[in-house]
T-cell receptor, first 114, second 110 residues
Framework: EAGVAQSPRYKIIEKRQSVAFWCNPISGHATLYWYQQILGQGPKLLIQFQNNGVVDDSQLPKDRFSAERLKGVDSTLKIQPAKLEDSAVYLC????????????FGPGTRLTVT | GEDVEQSLFLSVREGDSSVINCTYTDSSSTYLYWYKQEPGAGLQLLTYIFSNMDMKQDQRLTVLLNKKDKHLSLRIADTQTGDSAIYFCAEYAGANNLFFGTGTRLTVIP
């Protein structure tokens, strides 16, 4: 079974630029999550999708971050404009509802904002 | 709100046992998890325990849960150099969501 795919793996941008990350979850997984992991901290949930609907985006800084999962499969997370404090690893995870709430994580995208 | 705390660093010698500790605050947590993160990689689920259990063993891993003290531990027997990683404790926070601790960096000395 293929795992959660993310791209790009690394991205370096200057502050005030825009950036987008892509995630393809495990086939058949209805729930998709985006996490932000700042160096030295645990992952923090940004947004959770159930199919193509948003379940929880309370931690998403909506003035600069946006995410979509239009067809209920893959998802993109965008930052516009980026700030220095957005430097982090952005992790995507997916889960199959009913399987003891297990989440499977992708390798992440490491973003550096200079 | 939820708060999950872990010590930041642990060093052990190869072949010894490692014990990584975690405390949490949400007494209504139904599941508690341990994840492993190797350098440059995403999180890998190691094991989990139901809140109505005291202990769970899975090969070299033993999870102990003390609900009264809200304390969770992960014991790794016969620790190997490949076990060097960051270990995250996480509690199920409802709505299919996990709340993570800050992670413990385990260093195994050959």
């Amino acid at each position: 079974e293929a795992g959660v795919a993310q791209s790009p793996r690394y991205k370096i941008i200057e502050k005030r630029q825009s950036v987008a990350f892509w995630c393809n979850p495990i086939s058949g997984h209805a729930t998709l999550y985006w996490y932000q992991q700042i160096l030295g901290q645990g992952p923090k949930l940004l947004i959770q999708f159930q199919n193509n609907g948003v379940v929880d985006d309370s931690q998403l800084p909506k003035d600069r971050f946006s995410a979509e999962r239009l067809k209920g499969v893959d998802s993109t997370l965008k930052i516009q404009p980026a700030k220095l404090e957005d430097s982090a690893v952005y992790l995507c995870a997916s889960s199959s509802t009913g399987l003891l709430y297990e989440q499977y994580f992708g390798p992440g995208t490491r973003l550096t904002v200079t | 709100g939820e708060d999950v705390e872990q010590s930041l660093f642990l060093s052990v010698r190869e072949g010894d046992s490692s014990v990584i500790n975690c405390t949490y605050t949400d007494s209504s947590s139904t599941y508690l998890y341990w994840y492993k993160q190797e350098p440059g990689a995403g999180l890998q689920l190691l094991t989990y325990i139901f809140s109505n259990m005291d202990m769970k063993q899975d090969q070299r891993l033993t999870v102990l849960l003390n609900k009264k003290d809200k304390h969770l531990s992960l014991r790794i027997a016969d620790t190997q150099t490949g076990d060097s990683a960051i270990y995250f404790c996480a509690e199920y926070a409802g709505a299919n969501n996990l709340f993570f601790g800050t992670g413990t960096r385990l260093t195994v000395i050959p």
